[in-house]
């Protein structure tokens, strides 16, 4: 998921209510064309968030569905969700 950091609790709240308890956050730096005024040209950077975990694909599919009835504090900029399927896991050894 991406997302401003101000829908934090939100999608906080959102995993929670999924019964995901265990994924990773990273700050992230969005840059991007936008059109100000009638001019285009750069937009402000904002503040986002990412947040990924691995879950079957049941409970992805559910979390998919739930992201579209989160408010969000900027209509202008809805959380993103994506469904990336996992070809394979490996760990190192002990």
Do not use: C, N
């Not at 879950?55 to 202008?76: F, H, P, R, W, Y």
């Amino acid at each position: 998921m991406l997302y401003l950091e101000e829908d934090g609790p939100a999608v906080t709240k959102l995993l929670s209510d999924q019964g995901v308890s265990a994924y990773s956050r990273l700050p992230l730096e969005g840059h991007g064309a936008g059109k100000a005024g009638g001019w285009y040209g750069d937009i402000a950077t904002h503040s986002s968030k990412m947040i990924f975990t691995i879950v079957s694909d049941e409970e992805a599919e559910s979390v998919l569905e739930a992201v579209k009835g989160v408010s969000v504090q900027d209509a202008g900029h809805p959380i993103h969700a994506a469904l990336l399927h996992l070809e394979a896991w490996v760990h190192s050894s002990p």
